[in-house]
């Protein structure tokens, strides 16, 4: 167990339709990424937060946004689902993520987002 | 980010070691060498990181080549647990932004 939890497990839903993951970081990190698997892709890094700022972006459609709240705690928003956005969605966790190269990151389970 | 190049996949038998090796010519003097796994249906997990010198943790042991254009991710003797998709990262503090840059990886096999 990593202490990152993440919110739904699993996700079924329309295209066209919006969806929020929610990400509760381990203890004391500061800082929140996200990240998306697919088949095809593979895993892409998509945003990254440090203490409620936004810090670096990724591949981020400009369909999606996330953000982090006071208690750090953070959300992923998917709008106008399309069926390429099925994925899992990974969210991890670091102390600061102040691109430090030895820094680890703490992955939580993963959502399963499935657009039918 | 600099690149790295593994091997698609790997076998094993169980309690033998396995080298999982990873190429990465281009990699640049403050660039650390990462290795995280990825456990079936779960998230990648951090194994092990270093620079220069060999590194050894309770779950494995990386040897980085003299040159640094090479390194291998050692488990000692292999579990079935250890069947995952393994991932070399290189990490620069300049460009990485604190994010992971995943491959395609290695995935190993672990027969009992």
């Known amino acids: 167990d990593s202490g990152v939890t993440q919110t739904p497990k699993h996700l079924i839903t329309a295209t066209g339709q919006r969806v929020t993951l929610r990400c509760s970081p381990r203890?004391?990190?500061?800082?929140v990424y996200w990240y998306q698997q697919s088949l095809d892709q593979g895993l892409q890094f998509l945003i990254q937060y440090y203490n409620g700022e936004e810090r670096a972006k990724g591949n981020i459609l400009e369909r999606f946004s996330a953000q982090q709240f006071p208690d750090l705690h953070s959300e992923l928003n998917l709008s106008s689902l399309e069926l390429g956005d099925s994925a899992l969605y990974f969210c991890a966790s670091s102390v600061e993520g102040t691109s430090g190269p030895q820094e680890t990151q703490y992955f939580g389970p993963g959502t399963r987002l499935l657009v039918l | 980010d600099a690149k790295t190049t593994q091997p698609n996949s790997m076998e094993s038998n169980e309690e033998e070691p396995v080298h999982l090796p990873c190429n990465h010519s281009?990699?640049?003097?403050?660039?650390?060498i990462h290795w995280y796994r990825q456990l079936p249906s779960q998230g990648p997990e951090y194994v092990i990181h270093g620079l220069t010198s060999n590194v050894n943790n309770r779950m494995a042991s990386l040897a980085i080549a003299e040159d640094r254009k090479s390194s291998t991710l050692i488990l000692h003797r292999a579990t079935l647990r250890d069947a995952a998709v393994y991932y070399c990262i290189l990490r620069d503090v300049v460009t990485s932004y604190g994010k992971l840059t995943f491959g395609q990886g290695t995935i190993l096999t672990v027969h009992p």
């Open positions: 281009t990699i640049s003097g403050t660039d650390y």
């Open positions: 203890s004391g990190d500061l800082s």
